[in-house]
């Protein structure tokens, strides 16, 4: 019973101090979303940087679309179910960045998704985010096919034939177009979610409780015994 008491009390302050670690990440990531845009950062910082602190950094890019290349990734959104847009931004500096334009309807198709990329510049303002190989929890990505459940940035240059990309993806907030593309809806921008689940407390004070009866127990057999 001494070793259970130890074990509660050590589990509960382990539970405080991701308590305080979750409190900070949930304030940093604040930040950086209501931040004003920055420039997508260098190459090798994109490249070194630990994961997650660039995750949801907001920058502001310019380039042209390489609509032929979108890809459709199935989503599950407030809109809905139906796909994420995909699209190769050759940025003004030569580098190629990967964006997420925003919601289509199931339905879509990748080809009528590309002509919803307008011809000109554009400048997009968004959320720096991960690539996800693989696949989702339930599926793999089927490149062959065509078929995608996750952004795998790797996986989608190599299939569509974009060459050499950012380790990240942006997802679009804004959409500037010169020459915005006529006559096709455009993907719906800006429902990137941001929710990081904050048990801690709860947790902790389950622990805590624990070491208490544990306590509690110790003292009526100390008491039996006396």
Request: charge should be positive; hydrophobic fraction near 45%.
């Amino acid at each position: 019973m001494l070793f259970a008491l130890a074990a509660f009390v050590a589990l509960g302050l382990w539970q405080v101090q991701r308590l305080h670690w979750k409190h900070d990440l949930i304030a940093r990531v604040d930040a950086r979303v209501h931040a004003a845009p920055a420039p997508l950062p260098s190459a090798p910082r994109l490249t070194s940087a630990a994961p997650g602190t660039l995750d949801y950094l907001r920058v502001k890019v310019s380039g042209t679309y390489a609509g032929p290349q979108t890809a459709l990734v199935r989503a599950a959104t407030d809109l809905g179910t139906g796909y994420w847009a995909m699209t190769p931004l050759r940025m003004s500096d030569g580098r190629t960045v990967w964006i997420n334009r925003g919601f289509l309807p199931a339905g879509t198709t990748a080809a009528q998704a590309g002509r919803t990329a307008p011809a000109g510049p554009v400048s997009i303002t968004g959320l720096v985010r991960p690539s996800e190989p693989g696949g989702s929890l339930l599926q793999s990505n089927r490149p062959q096919e065509d078929r995608w459940y996750s952004r795998d940035l790797a996986a989608l240059s190599q299939a569509k034939h974009a060459g050499p990309a950012a380790p990240v993806f942006i997802d679009a907030q804004t959409e500037t177009a010169s020459s915005p593309a006529a006559g096709h809806p455009a993907p719906v921008p800006g429902l990137t979610v941001i929710h990081f689940p904050d048990n801690h407390l709860q947790y902790a004070l389950t622990w805590f409780a624990m070491a208490v009866l544990s306590a509690v127990g110790i003292g009526v057999v100390w008491h039996r015994r006396a």
